[in-house]
């Protein structure tokens, strides 16, 4: 048992360093729901960060609820190589300098690891310009920190089609006993 929960836990790691994209689901008060894809970074934890304009509809639905739901997966894969991880998850605004800060540092690295910014020069900016996710700026950072996560099961057949179901992945390391 603990064997399959690391295993789970590596796969969830990888599908999470492996992509660069997530779906967020939200609702609105009368059930409504609402998608948006984001290019996001995590921390060590796996509280999840992105930034939005603060006038999407995502982000106004955020503000008078914070459940959502995530979803990460390589689009591309095909057959045996599908894989996904889905989050259950409360969302916020993120307001503290340091936070905003965390953010954005992780989201320097992961802009210069995918070569969407070329130099240290450049994240540095991208950093020192936190401001740009406060006050009148149009942009916010948000961040979404998990209550739930699974990941895709082996897929199982029904008559020649495909029955998708998912396993509960805690996101701490089991205690070895």
């Not at 939200?26 to 995590?42: C, D, T």
């Not at 921390?43 to 990460?72: C, E, G, M, Q």
Request: avoid cysteine.
């Amino acid at each position: 048992m603990i064997a399959l929960s690391l295993d789970n836990l590596h796969t969830v790691q990888k599908i999470l360093d492996e992509n660069l994209y997530m779906t967020i689901s939200v609702s609105n008060s009368n059930g409504n729901p609402w998608i948006a894809n984001l290019f996001y970074v995590y921390d060590k934890n796996y509280t999840f960060y992105w930034y939005s304009p603060k006038n999407s509809r995502h982000s106004h639905i955020i503000r008078t609820n914070p459940d959502v739901a995530l979803a990460i997966f390589d689009s591309t894969a095909t057959g045996d190589d599908v894989d996904a991880v889905y989050i259950q998850a409360n969302a916020y605004e993120v307001s503290s300098k340091s936070e905003l800060l965390k953010g954005l540092t992780l989201y320097g690295k992961k802009l210069l690891g995918t070569h969407f910014i070329r130099s240290y020069k450049a994240i540095e900016m991208f950093i020192k310009r936190y401001q740009d996710f406060k006050g009148g700026s149009p942009l916010r950072m948000y961040k979404a920190v998990p209550k739930k996560v699974w990941k895709l099961a082996p897929s199982k057949a029904y008559h020649e089609k495909f029955v998708d179901s998912r396993i509960e992945v805690p996101l701490h390391k089991p205690l070895m006993v």
